[in-house]
């Protein structure tokens, strides 16, 4: 029984014609396993039914319902090209980039909540006011402005047409999250210098460095391979599987040092003179509850990531030069 599979859901979700999975062509079943690898769960595979896909797809630029896919017309009898140039699912992650851009903003809000409401607020003057910053910059920064840059090809429209800008708004959201990120940093030092505490002792600090220098590292690399003209065509393809396996640890570098710096923070304030942590006060428990906003933003971030169904499929990749 092959219900699980994709194909098995246009005809019995009735959007597709009255053919069932047992009346399929036999010679059409690898063709079906094939598609089954590229289409999301709920599209149907229209070159081996008569079946209409229940959501839109966009081929080519324009929205259809039919999947009148080229190589997989109603005659393909499972020998045809399977669809993967020109097919792009446009739904679920659109939906998807919402409920993160969702997460991602309260996160924010949170995070400058918390230092407004029960820190004190903000200011540039070397005092506790200015280390508030540190949490907002890095946060902003290091986790969503970076989370939202990493998912610029996920979004379907950036798989038609010239690589160009896409890995230009790639390059500049990135960019725009490390000059939030070294902000942050001055915030934390200066506030650390000003008020003679120690530097780096705390596995929060490193875990945070270690992000930070390997974000640098992953920017400059990410430029000089992708962006400078004359880096060699070979060099693009074995450094591109190590960019995108950074590309994810920076992300859950930046989770934990957030994570731990929010701990940290928690236990350097609500100390026994003033409010227990112990006691779970509504400050911890309003800065816990922005931990696991992180948790959950970072998660479905390195979720999408990795969802063989978003990524760009390997037919178009070769069909644009790295560099274009
Ligand atoms: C990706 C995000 C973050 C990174 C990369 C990061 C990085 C760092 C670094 C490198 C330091 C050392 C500064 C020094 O030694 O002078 C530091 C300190 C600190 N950070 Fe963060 N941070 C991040 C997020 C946060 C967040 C969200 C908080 C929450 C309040 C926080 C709280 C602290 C605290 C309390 C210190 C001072 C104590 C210490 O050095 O550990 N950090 N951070």
Partial sequence: METAQPWATGPAGGTGSAQTEAGAPPDALDHRAALSSLLPVSMTCAGCWTAKTPFPIVLQGRARRDAEVPGVGRGCKGGGAVPAAGVMPTFQFLPFLALLGTLGFLCVVFTGFWSQHWRGGFAWDGSAKMFNWHPVFMVTGMLVLYGGAVLV?????????PKLPWKLLHAALTLAAFVLVVLGLVAVFGFHNAQNIPNMYSL????????????????????????????????????????????????????AASISGIN???????????????????EAWF??????????????????????????????????PLLH
Avoid at 226 to 253: C, D, E, M, N, Q
């Fill in 153 to 161: 090809y996920r979004v379907p429209s950036s798989w038609v047409g």
């Fill in 264 to 282: 940290e923070k928690l236990f350097f304030s609500l100390t026994n003179k003033t409010v227990p942590y112990a006691k779970l006060p509504p």
């Fill in 204 to 255: 929060h600090s490193w875990l945070g460095l270690a992000a930070v220098l390997l974000f640098s590292c992953q920017w400059l690399m990410g430029f000089a391979t992708f962006l400078l003209p004359w880096s060699p065509a070979w060099l693009r393809i074995i450094y591109k599987p190590i960019h995108v396996f950074f590309g994810s640890t920076i992300l859950a570098l930046a989770m």
């Fill in 287 to 320: 800065a816990n509850s922005l931990g696991m906003l992180i948790l959950a933003f970072g998660l479905l971030v390195l979720w999408a990531l990795a969802m063989p169904a978003w990524k760009r499929p390997e037919s178009l990749e070769a069909q644009q």
